[in-house]
């Protein structure tokens, strides 16, 4: 199995822009996390989905974000617009039937 | 009060010692009870979950879990500098958020030769 794929895996974008982050789970797993980690404030779940469905947004920090999963195998994390104070490390992860969730390789964000 | 603490260390050990990493948590409605390790620039990778009160072993690694006292551990026998990680704790949210994990903010290891 291919694990947990992320794209892009690095970003740069200035202020203002959209960003499209990118996730496919690891196949048959029915759940899917979105997390951003920076240094000040840890691991954060932001969103997470089960069998498509978004089921808790409460971590999505403000209107600016988006996720959306149109099939079980995709998944994207949107914001518009992004601002200097959305750089961080944005993973996907995905578990199947236990709780047991298998991290992304990250998508570093840089916005200038 | 933070959900789930850790030390953050760093926790530095001599190669070949045990490393015992910590971890409380307040919830006691959860149930189930994970360590991830992640490397600088990487992510975390999980090494260990358990459910059950009690040791759990794999490898060199143990997990123990109490949830009476509402501390779970994870301890690495014969340490090795490839240890040398930010260990998670990490702990599903209450009986209803059986897919939520709420992660403390990470021990750091150094194991030095």
């Known amino acids: 199995d291919a694990g947990v794929i992320q794209s892009p895996r690095h970003e740069v974008t200035e202020m203002g822009q959209e960003v499209t982050l990118r996730c496919k789970p690891i196949s048959g797993h029915d759940y899917l996390f979105w997390y951003r980690q920076t240094m000040m404030r840890g691991l954060e779940l932001l969103i997470y989905f089960n069998n498509n469905v978004p089921i808790d947004d409460s971590g999505m920090p403000e209107d600016r974000f988006s996720a959306k999963m149109p099939n079980a195998s995709f998944s994207t994390l949107k914001i518009q617009p992004s601002e200097p104070r959305d750089s961080a490390v944005y993973f996907c992860a995905s578990s199947g039937d236990q709780s047991e969730q298998y991290f992304g390789p990250g998508t570093r964000l840089t916005v200038t | 009060q933070k959900e789930v603490e850790q030390n953050s260390g760093p926790l530095s050990v001599p190669e070949g010692a045990i490393a015992s990493l910590n971890c409380t948590y307040s919830?006691?409605?959860?149930?189930?009870f994970f360590w991830y390790r992640q490397y600088s620039g990487k992510s975390p990778e999980l090494i260990m979950f358990i459910y059950s009160n009690g040791d759990k072993e794999d490898g060199r690694f143990t997990a123990q879990l109490n949830k009476a006292s509402q501390y779970v551990s994870l301890l690495i026998r014969d340490s090795q500098p490839s240890d040398s990680a930010t260990y998670l704790c990490?702990?599903?949210?209450?009986?209803?958020?059986?897919?939520?994990?709420?992660f403390g903010a990470g021990t750091r290891l150094a194991v030095h030769p």
């Open positions: 919830d006691r409605g959860s149930q189930s």
């Open positions: 990490a702990v599903t949210l209450g009986a209803g958020g059986y897919n939520k994990l709420i």
